[in-house]
T-cell receptor, first 112, second 115 residues
């Protein structure tokens, strides 16, 4: 089955810096890759997603890139702010199953 | 739009008892619902996938007789933890999908503590 690895597990940056989180997946048939932000005790919130027919997607300060050949995708946050501090999860969806396989999470801390 | 609710938001029960958690899609029809478990500082682990009117599909290692899932309508799925033990204490999160574009909408989660 699908396996998703995520790095780094923790990431500390200064406000205004950029943050990059990387994920690799194992199932070449996976075709949907969402990113979630989760604050303590809250539900995961979808922040951006990308499908396998697209290489890059951007939404204001957030962007995601996908390399299907290498089977990895990355989350880029520019001009980070303290309110970006949270745990971020990547996920991959094996074709036809809809279910999501989550990465292990990255705890992002943005210091003022 | 696309709101999913869960009830209760938290529950404390005694070891050996059963507890039921409800997951509702409030403004759309959920053909598929998913149940996840999340231990502190860990990722979300899929427990089972349920489609309306059919039996749930459990992930490997999840005891189907212990975690009973019922998806009786297009807006409601329930998870019953039977004979709960302290090791079942966790954050249980459901999600729902209308099946069109794969996006899942998550509920707010239920924190279960078994004493």
């Amino acid at each position: 089955g699908e396996n998703v690895e995520q790095h780094p597990s923790t990431l500390s940056v200064q406000e205004g810096d950029s943050a990059v989180i990387k994920c690799t997946y194992s199932d070449s048939a996976s075709n949907y890759f969402p990113w979630y932000k989760q604050e303590l005790g809250k539900r995961p919130q979808l922040i951006i997603d990308i499908r396998s027919n697209v290489g890059e997607k951007k939404d204001q300060r957030i962007a995601v890139t996908l390399n299907k050949t290498a089977k990895h995708f990355s989350l880029h946050i520019t001009e980070t702010q303290p309110e970006d501090s949270a745990v971020y999860f990547c996920a991959a969806s094996p074709t036809g199953f809809q279910k999501l396989v989550f990465g292990t999470g990255t705890r992002l801390l943005v210091s003022p | 739009g696309a709101v999913v609710s869960q009830h209760p938001s938290w529950v404390i029960c005694k070891s050996g008892t059963s507890v039921k958690i409800e997951c509702r899609s409030l403004d759309f029809q959920a053909t598929t619902m998913f149940w996840y478990r999340q231990f502190p500082k860990q990722s979300l682990m899929l427990m089972a996938t349920s489609n309306e009117g059919s039996k749930a599909t459990y992930e490997q290692g999840v005891e189907k007789d212990k975690f009973l899932i019922n998806h009786a309508s297009l807006t409601l799925s329930t998870l019953t933890v039977t004979s709960a033990h302290p090791e079942d204490s966790s954050f249980y999160i459901c999600s729902a999908s209308s099946g069109l574009y794969d996006e899942q909408y998550f509920g707010p989660g239920t924190r279960l503590t078994v004493t």
